[in-house]
């Protein structure tokens, strides 16, 4: 069987608002990446780069001005241009993948494995005397059984993470999104929420595709790495080539893309992204929207 050459890939993507006045902002620009089957792949960058908005076009809530966004999943025979597709079929193709959301997104008048449960009840033709097995099994995965008959309210922030997560699996899908996953999260809780995406990925054979700037997280977890900046992708490269220019001295940076990376990555306060003129505050608002 011919391995496929990737299981999402964004060619030239676009995107662009415009405000009530008719102003333009252009928030992705010939964005251009390959996701390859059961990696991590972290994609990272400073408040208002555009990667949230990169994100939500990746899952379909936000229409693109311009590119193509394409999926190959095991259950697709070829590539599928997810912006062509009716409702209908996308919906299809949003039952392959899952998302961690930054707050967890739970229902707060369901308990936890009502939680899990729910994607069962509304996505699937499981037997509802099963559905409890698998809620069981998914909870476990996340170490969170203990807790399921907790209301969301009654959960701490990794807690609630956790739980999502096993919502986001329960329909044991391809490719996990996940949304900032440790933001807000202490240092020991942000470890142990990133061993679990390490875990599930291994055992799952997902491919996860995480959005943070949370710099030690995104070392541990990734395979390979995208820097955004102002809409525009810097790089995209295997976690050792940015370890290197992690490391490398200042001076020894002659790219102005190396020195604002490098400045990212070691969170200097002085280098081209703090001297770079600011963007206008509708674009901040899109931006980080």
């Known amino acids: 069987m011919v391995e496929r050459p ?14 009530d006045e008719g102003r ?9 990446f390959d996701v390859l089957p ?5 994609i990272m960058g400073g408040s208002g780069c555009g990667k949230s908005t990169l994100l939500n076009c990746l899952i379909g809530e936000y229409d693109i001005n311009g590119g193509e966004i394409l999926y190959h999943t095991r259950k697709m025979h070829q590539s599928v241009e997810i912006t062509q597709l009716n409702e209908t079929d996308f919906n299809d193709v949003r039952k392959q993948f899952g998302i961690l959301f930054q707050s967890g997104a739970l229902f707060n008048s369901m308990t936890v494995a009502e939680n899990v449960a729910l994607p069962l009840l509304e996505h ?6 099963v559905i409890d097995i698998v809620v069981t099994l998914k909870l476990q995965q996340v170490r969170m059984l203990a807790h399921r008959d907790k209301m969301p309210s009654q959960l701490s922030g990794g807690q609630k993470k956790r739980a999502g997560l ?38 799952l054979r997902v491919t996860s595709i995480v959005v943070t700037h949370e710099m030690d997280s995104a070392f541990r977890i ?21 370890e290197k ?14 020195r604002l990376i490098h400045q990212f990555l070691n969170g200097f ?10 963007i206008s505050e509708f674009e901040k608002l899109i931006l980080t929207g």
């Open 6 to 19: 990737f299981v999402i890939s964004v060619r030239n993507l676009r995107k662009t608002f415009a405000d």
């Open 24 to 32: 333009s902002a252009t928030v992705l620009d010939s964005v251009s």
């Open 38 to 42: 059961g990696e991590t792949l972290v």
């Open 124 to 129: 699937s033709h499981v037997d509802p005397s």
């Open 166 to 203: 096993a919502r986001a699996t329960a329909l044991d899908p391809e490719i996990l999104f996940y949304d900032e996953p440790t933001a807000g999260l202490d240092p020991v809780t942000a470890s142990a929420i990133d061993e679990l995406i390490m875990d599930l990925s291994r055992k």
């Open 222 to 242: 990734a395979d390979r790495m995208i820097m955004l900046d102002h809409g525009r992708v810097l790089r995209v490269g295997d976690k050792a080539e940015f």
């Open 245 to 258: 220019l992690r490391a490398a001295q200042s001076n020894e940076l002659l790219n102005r893309d190396d």
């Open 269 to 278: 306060n002085q280098g081209p992204l703090t001297d770079s003129e600011g």
